[in-house]
């Protein structure tokens, strides 16, 4: 339930947060497991966020180990699906729990689930592949019991990582059957052509297209500058504060999205019980409600 819950929230978020994503593929993004989703991984946990948003069915995502600290942060986590994995930087005496990560990820494949895993095993907020790690070959060789397992390589690009108002580009690749990447005796060798197979097919994807301009009417010209400058003290605040509390990592998009999905509904909600206190008029409320929300939409599509 919270799951699907936030995933809704996610999708309305969005759509005030994002100028356009557009979909390569799509119907890659409606099947069924058990399948191993492969991805790059340019900005923090924005990229599972809105790779999970577009596949029909639930997707479990691999998450660095440390946001799992928390015994209530852990329980929400492992709510949404999120299954923890521990890099080198987080303490070699957490590496051991990895094997929990690998046989979790095998689990639900065999059950005939979605995992999503990013190969790189590092966030850097560039489109050029970092080097490959093992974790997608290591969980696709444990999982290839199952003949049915299927990998599929997505790539995602935004036009940028710290502007509000971004065009973002999700690729699919061509589903391929996990026996067939794995043609060698020798585990070594099954590690190095999976992920030769996967890069070659990701370096393809990392093709960004442009949104096609939209010239605006004088109407929507008009309310996209009141949305902006309806926004604009709440937008400044959040950002201003999240950008002093992110510098030096690669945080700041994955951050702002989330406060603001969160914050917003909570600012509109005390705007309608403000007005509605000084006017209670449920009319009213109506109109600055949907003031608000259409005219932030076309605010980010004609004025960022």
């Known amino acids: 339930m919270l799951y699907f819950l936030i995933k809704n929230l996610v999708k309305a978020a969005s759509w005030l947060f994002c100028k356009q994503i557009n979909i390569i593929n799509q119907p890659e993004f ?10 790059n991984h340019p900005n923090s946990f924005l990229d599972a966020i809105l790779i999970g948003l577009f596949f029909t ?17 852990r329980f929400i986590l492992k709510t949404l699906k999120m299954i923890p994995v521990y890099r080198l930087s987080e303490g070699r005496e957490n590496l051991h729990l990895n094997d929990y990560a690998f046989k ?34 290591r969980i696709a060789l444990l999982a290839n019991t ?10 995602i690009t935004y036009n940028s990582f710290y502007k509000y108002g971004k065009e973002v580009q999700i690729s ?27 890069k070659k097919q990701l ?18 010209k008009i309310l996209a500058n009141i949305g902006r400058y309806l926004h604009f003290p709440l937008y400044q605040f959040i950002s201003n504060s999240i950008r002093q509390k992110t510098k030096g990592t690669v945080f700041y998009d ?3 999205f989330v406060v603001l999905m969160f914050v917003y509904p909570l600012y509109l909600l005390l705007l309608s019980l403000v ?17 608000h929300l259409v005219s932030a939409r076309l605010a980010l599509l004609f004025t960022c």
Not at 57 to 73: C, I, S, W, Y
Not at 176 to 188: G, Q, T
Request: net charge positive; charged share 15%.
């Open 104 to 137: 979790e990820s095998c689990r639900i494949l065999e059950n005939g689930g979605i995992v999503l895993i990013f190969i790189e095993g590092i966030c850097i907020n560039s489109h050029s592949l970092q080097s490959f790690k093992k974790g997608a070959a």
């Open 30 to 39: 409606n099947q069924k497991g058990p399948l191993l989703v492969v991805a």
């Open 172 to 198: 699919a690749g061509n589903t391929m059957n996990a026996s067939d990447l794995f043609p060698y005796k020798e585990e070594a060798k099954n590690y190095l052509h999976f992920n030769n197979q996967l």
């Open 203 to 220: 370096n393809s994807l990392i093709q960004f297209k442009p949104m096609v301009k939209i010239e605006a009417n004088l109407l929507q």
């Open 275 to 291: 007005i509605y206190l000084f006017i209670p008029s449920i009319w009213l409320v109506l109109f600055v409600l949907i003031l």
């Open 146 to 155: 199952n003949k049915f397992l299927k990998i599929v390589p997505i790539a």
């Open 57 to 73: 069915e639930n997707v479990h995502f691999l998450a660095r180990g440390d946001a799992f600290r928390q015994k209530r942060v």
């Open 254 to 256: 994955s951050v702002l």
